[in-house]
């Protein structure tokens, strides 16, 4: 799990929403009018409001728990992929697309059920950010369960701040990065245990504890992540060549990895060189 710890700046409004089996952020920038009068409230209230809705409804559409669900209705085969909803049927192909990208790591079948939940909550805290852009809000952070993406700035001449939490020390911490825009996803066993399949063997992914990608955008960087987790020992090797992205890894005996461009940015916030 990524957790965020902006700095204060400018107006600021936080807001937290438990939806989709966690508790969403959103931690909102506005800067002050010339006047010097801090921006109206309303604003700001009325964009989280749509983007906490958003949220809400990819929850009742995707949730794998919920037996009505359109995502559980498809997968018993009661709805054909024609008849789902526009916003399922671009799931269906994006997990086709990062299964093929990710050398069948990503696997929304692993289960031998339809489980989209490795890309369904980046995607949806992605789109959650464009609702607050388009409202007006480009300076903002969303967390949704260690998954952040982060928008324009926390202040003047700031950077936001991300602390990656230990998979195996409680409280502490294995990276603090200073970030601009980017989105940060970790997948990991540590709360909720051997979670991912490898697709390959069959077996629940226990080889790593942890890993955490940073790229320009959460849909991808949050399926990467898994599909990393589910590779074991190979993911080294394998994040380290994708273009326009930077990792951390953590194993179960407590070793690490992290590409040259993630130590660089963690230099950053620690000031050393």
């Keep these: 799990m990524s957790e965020l710890t902006a ?38 209230a009325a964009a989280v409001e749509a983007a906490v809705g958003w949220l809400h409804w990819v929850d009742t559409t995707f949730s794998t728990y919920q037996y009505g669900s359109e995502v559980n209705r498809f997968d018993r085969g009661e709805l054909a992929a024609a008849d789902c909803c526009a916003e399922l049927r671009h ?14 790591f990503f696997d929304a079948w692993a289960t031998a059920r339809f489980d989209p939940s490795g890309v369904v909550k980046g995607w949806s805290i992605e789109q959650a950010s464009s609702i607050l852009v388009a409202a ?50 970790t997948s990991g066993t540590y709360e909720r245990g051997a979670h991912v399949i490898n ?7 226990t080889e790593l504890a942890s890993v955490t990608v940073i790229g320009p955008e959460l ?12 590779m074991g020992a190979d993911a080294p090797g394998w994040l380290a060549d994708l273009d326009g992205y930077e990792a951390q890894v953590a194993s179960e005996q407590g070793r690490g990895w992290s590409t040259a461009g993630f130590k660089r940015l963690e230099r950053q916030l620690l000031g050393s060189s």
């Design 7 to 44: 700095p204060s700046a400018w107006a600021r409004a936080v807001h937290h929403e438990a939806v989709m089996g966690t508790v969403v952020t959103f931690d909102v920038r506005t800067a002050a009018p010339a006047d010097g009068k801090p921006p109206p409230a309303e604003g700001v």
């Design 91 to 104: 799931i269906l192909a994006l997990c086709h697309e990062l299964h093929g990208a990710t050398g069948g």
């Design 136 to 185: 007006g809000f480009p300076d903002h952070a969303i967390d949704g369960g260690g998954d952040i993406r982060l928008r324009g700035r926390p202040g003047p001449g700031r950077s936001w701040e991300v602390g990656v939490r230990h998979p195996r020390r409680r409280g502490a911490y294995s990276a603090a990065l200073s970030l601009g825009e980017a989105a940060v996803a």
């Design 199 to 205: 697709p390959i063997t069959g077996r629940p992914a």
């Design 219 to 230: 849909t991808t960087a949050d399926a990467y992540a898994t599909a990393a987790l589910a």
